[in-house]
């Protein structure tokens, strides 16, 4: 069984920072890409970071520039630094993970429950 976990989120004013953090948990053998979502009121959700097991990463447009994506291999976990933040990066931020078990089959995608980030003065 595994568990992906975020926290971190919060209210922060404009041009504020905030760092998010997602811990997965279980049997997991391996843990290939984990990825940052958002999903805000009446929008779709959409990937904000990426980051591949050995470190390779990807942004939204919208993003780049103010979030940096990171992982610690050892304790399976991803984190997202947000700065400069605008209120146009309200949303509810979800962590994915690919995560293989010791069963060693194919991987499979784990949602976390979301963390509520809100940008406002």
């Known amino acids: 069984q595994v568990q992906v976990v975020e926290s971190g989120g919060g209210l922060v004013q404009p041009g504020g920072s905030l760092r998010l953090s997602c811990v997965a948990s279980?049997?997991?053998?391996?843990?290939?890409?984990m990825d940052w979502y958002r999903q805000a009121p009446g929008k779709q959700r959409e990937l904000v970071a990426a980051?591949?097991?050995?470190?390779?990463?990807n942004y939204a447009d919208s993003v780049k520039g103010r979030f940096t994506i990171s992982r610690d291999n050892a304790k399976n976990t991803v984190y997202l630094q947000m700065n400069s933040l605008k209120p146009e990066d309200t949303a509810v931020y979800y962590c994915?993970?690919?995560?293989?078990?010791?069963?060693?089959?194919?991987?499979?995608?784990?949602w976390g429950q979301g963390t509520q980030v809100t940008v406002s003065s």
């Open positions: 279980g049997s997991i053998f391996s843990i290939n890409d």
């Open positions: 994915n993970a690919l995560i293989r078990g010791f069963d060693l089959g194919p991987a499979y995608h784990y």
């Open positions: 980051i591949t097991s050995g470190g390779s990463t």
